[in-house]
């Protein structure tokens, strides 16, 4: 079974712009968390989607967004970029949602970098 | 408030020496607890997880970890370690009905 597969893997932006990063979790898995992971703050948890409908979220500003497309594929959006949203992004999947308890699965992350 | 803390930032062991690595949580609720390892530019992998039942874990790569209610601990362990587990380490706490926390990590170096 193929795992959790993020794109692009690498992107350099400017701030003000914004990006659009994109994961396609394993197949059948219906969850898919977003988390942000600096060395400052390290792993925090931005959102959870769940057969297309955000079921939890993180304390992150509403530059934040994402979403969940009915094949369970995920993006997320981050608009107006400043140079502290720079951070590695991973996706992770599962069947029923981190709140259960359920094992998740990371991709190998996207590295955003902002000027 | 939930919380994870993982007091060691940075550990150094020799190869074939032992390992523990410390996992402290806050949670009002039974925490489901898990250990991930990180290898530089990756994402992560599950090493093991605690739901309930036996405290005693068993993981992938030999490692195991140990449940203690009373020490609101779950420290992660590996008899012998290997040159190839230098990597970065995170402790997770989640629970029902919560996101999950993870701790700030703890990187692993091995020494020859």
């Known amino acids: 079974k193929a795992g959790v597969t993020q794109t692009p893997r690498y992107l350099i932006k400017t701030r003000g712009q914004q990006v659009t990063l994109s994961c396609s979790p394993i197949?059948?898995?219906?969850?898919v968390s977003w988390y942000q992971q600096t060395p400052g703050q390290g792993l925090q948890f931005l959102f959870e989607y769940f057969s297309e409908t955000q079921r939890n979220k993180g304390n992150f500003p509403g530059r934040f967004s994402g979403r969940q497309f009915s094949n369970s594929r995920s993006e997320m959006n981050v608009s107006t970029l400043e140079l502290g949203d720079s951070a590695l992004y991973l996706c992770a999947s599962s069947l029923a949602g981190p709140a259960t308890g359920d094992t998740q699965y990371f991709g190998p992350g996207t590295r955003l970098t902002v000027l | 408030a939930q919380s994870v803390t993982q007091p060691d930032i940075h550990i150094t062991v020799s190869e074939g020496a032992s390992l523990e690595l410390r996992c402290n949580y806050s949670y009002g609720a039974t925490p489901y607890l898990f250990w991930y390892v990180q290898s530089p530019g990756q994402g992560l992998q599950l090493l093991l997880k605690?739901?309930?039942?036996?405290?005693l874990v068993q993981g992938i790569k030999g490692f195991e970890a140990e449940f203690k209610r009373s020490q609101s601990s779950f420290n992660l362990r590996k008899p012998s370690v290997h040159w190839s587990d230098a990597a970065e380490y995170f402790c997770?706490?989640?629970?029902?009905?919560?996101?999950?926390?993870f701790g700030a990590g703890t990187r692993l170096t091995v020494k020859p």
């Open positions: 197949s059948g898995h219906r969850s």
């Open positions: 997770a706490v989640g629970a029902r009905n919560n996101d999950m926390r």
């Open positions: 605690y739901f309930s039942g036996d405290t």
